[in-house]
């Protein structure tokens, strides 16, 4: 729920955002915290370039503008997160898709407990 407020507040105008705010107070007033929140951070070159070797025909037409205010809000959203225990990962210098060795070097690290705020920031392996 957190993701789409961020997204809300970078697409809506001022009154489409106070419904927003309304209904998100509404829907989210119950909400348990999460055990652990996994924050994925890139570098908004690796951004574009992951969008565009997906090639979805919708995202292609995303402003490079467009990416960076969306990584400046995320940033800006963790960098005060304190609902649950977060894992911030640097995945700038890995590839989950192409690479299963940076996968499972993710998985390792999964197994050891996460309190407060921790960062992950692997090398990557050669590929």
Same mark, same amino acid.
């Given at each position: 729920m ?10 809506l105008d001022d &009154? ?14 119950n909400?348990?915290?999460?055990d ?5 951070? &890139? ?8 969008i565009?070797?997906?090639?979805s025909?919708g995202e292609?037409?995303i ?13 800006h ?16 210098d890995?590839?989950?898709v ?29 590929e």
């Amino acid at each position: 729920m957190e993701k789409d407020r961020i997204f809300a507040n970078l697409n809506l105008d001022d &009154a489409e955002l106070k419904l927003y705010e309304r209904y998100y107070g509404a829907l989210t007033a119950n909400l348990p915290a999460p055990d652990l929140v996994i924050y994925l951070q &890139a570098k908004p070159e690796v951004l574009r370039a992951r969008i565009a070797k997906k090639a979805s025909r919708g995202e292609s037409r995303i402003a490079p503008e467009y990416i960076e205010e969306v990584a400046r809000a995320y940033e800006h959203f963790f960098f005060r997160y304190a609902a649950s225990d977060l894992l911030v990962i640097n995945t700038s210098d890995i590839d989950f898709v192409e690479r299963s060795d940076d996968l499972q070097l993710l998985l390792r690290r999964l197994q050891e407990p996460v309190k407060g705020t921790q960062y992950f920031l692997p090398l990557g392996t050669s590929e």
